[in-house]
Each structure stands twice: as C-alpha cells, then as structure tokens.
C-alpha cells in the first residue's frame, strides 16, 4: 500500500508513487534497483503536538510484472486488472517510535514498527484537467507490530481520491484527499489509555472504532538526470469530528507532515513493465 502514514516515518510511499508518475506505465522498466535519501518531519500520530525528525537512507527493489508488483509503495500480488480497475493483495510497513519520544505518551507502550496486509481496490477514473488522471483508492488491510511480536493491532481502511499529471517541463504532481478509519483494536492502540498510565492530566480513556483522521496531501518529483530523482511532499492531517477527537492522547486537531529526498537508480531492465 501507501503506507498507513499515521505510523512514524511512513511517508515515502507518497515519494515514490510520485516519481513514478514521470513516464507512462508502458513506459517505466520491468524492474529498478537504487536507494534513496529521506529527510522528514512528521507528525508523531494525528492529534500529537509533537513532530518527529528522521533522516534515511535506504535501498529500494521496484519490480511491476503482470502479478507480481513491488511498486507505489506496497509488495504484493495483482488479482485483478480491467481498464478501469485493479484489485491487488500485498503489504507495506512503517517506522514506530517510542513512547518516551512523545511526552503525551510518557510512560505507555510505545508505537511499534507496523506492517500491513490486506487488499486494495483501484478505480481508474479517467482524464482530469491538464491532461492530468483521476483516481481512487480503497484499501483495506490488518495492522501487525513488528515489535511485539507481530500482534495484531487492528484493522484500517484507508479510501482517497488522487489527481495526478505529468508537466512539460518534467515535473510530476500528485494530490489526494482522504480518511482514515480504525476499528476499536487499532484506536485504542494510539488514542487509548488504559487504567495502570493513567495520570492527573491523563485520564484513563477507552477508545471507539470510527474516523481516525482526514488527510490532505501533496507531493512532486523531477527528474535530475536519467538516474537521479528529486521528490517531495506535504501533508495534513486533521482529527476534527474524528471517533477519539476527544481523547487526552489528542492535544490539536490539525498537524503538518513535509518531507524531500534523492533517490538514485542503480540498475534497471531494459524490458518494459507489465501493462
């Protein structure tokens, strides 16, 4: 998937769907091998006041057969390809940071390393303004904590709808509007509060299933020279109306994610990806 970017560090799934829009589809090579430099400033979770920095650098292996596709930020299997819809089954994963990072979480669990699976439907809407493309997006995926064990943490749907189009000049655009939902299991682990961390300023507090925040984003790419691409974005999320805008967890309603790296291709097929 895009990667559920409510998980500390889970942005650069935005980066990478972006750089990928530089050519079209028929165009890009069956497979890439490169890495990538991320600076990033994110949002602990929707409703922190906090943000957390990171900078990485990590290799990526991008590979889009007519099944097998590790690309826009998920790996996983295509089950189904028509003109306008593309149904896939795979997983992504995110950074977790801990407890004692976020001064609203002292003392408690901390936010683990995720990783998610499940299925996501894609619905070609067709062209939008500047030869642009509309689409839509609906996964739905189990989340599991890495750092306990592989527990299972809940369930999220993620619906957006993204426009995106390529400039003369070589830049790439994207922007989505979108909402998160949890079930009870998965709003409970980042808004809930149970009775033993409880504290004056603290109350214990159970968390309910329903919105766990709206997300605004945007993000851009250009192509440097054939191996290197500049990629960047910008997100909002806001937990206005949300299921646990009320939670002591919750310290504002609206926060800011911004991010830009360098990614470099080291290798790449001469045979074109699958349509």
Do not use: C, H
């Amino acid at each position: 998937m895009k990667p559920i970017s409510i998980f500390v560090g889970a942005a650069t799934a935005l980066s990478f769907s972006s750089a990928s829009m530089a050519q079209e589809k028929s165009e890009l090579p069956l497979w890439e091998i490169g890495g990538f430099g991320l600076a990033v400033s994110q949002q602990a979770y929707p409703g922190s006041d906090q943000q957390v920095n990171r900078g990485l650098a990590l290799p990526f292996v991008i590979y889009r057969g007519q099944f097998l596709r590790a690309d826009d930020g998920s790996v996983g299997l295509r089950a189904l390809k028509t003109n306008n819809l593309e149904l896939d089954i795979g997983f992504s994963g995110s950074f977790g940071s801990g407890a004692d990072d976020i001064k609203a979480r002292n003392g408690m669990p901390k936010l683990g390393s995720m990783i998610e699976f499940g299925p996501r439907l894609k619905w070609n809407l067709g062209e939008g303004p500047g030869n642009g493309r509309w689409s839509a997006q609906f996964p739905l995926r189990g989340v599991f904590d890495l750092s306990d064990g592989g527990a299972s943490k809940g369930i999220a749907f993620e619906p957006e709808l993204v426009f995106s189009r390529r400039s003369s000049n070589g830049w790439a655009y994207s922007s989505s509007v979108g909402a998160i939902f949890g079930n009870q299991k998965l709003n409970d682990t980042f808004y809930g509060v149970a009775a033993p961390f409880a504290l004056p300023n603290r109350p214990a507090y159970t968390a309910e299933s329903g919105l766990i925040s709206w997300r605004l984003g945007v993000s851009a790419s250009r192509s440097l020279a054939p191996d290197w691409r500049l990629f960047g974005f910008a997100r909002l999320d806001s937990v206005a109306g949300a299921a646990n805008e009320n939670s002591p967890l919750v310290r504002q309603k609206n926060g800011a994610s911004v991010g830009m790296g360098l990614s470099y291709t080291w290798l790449r097929s001469s045979e074109k990806a699958r349509p």
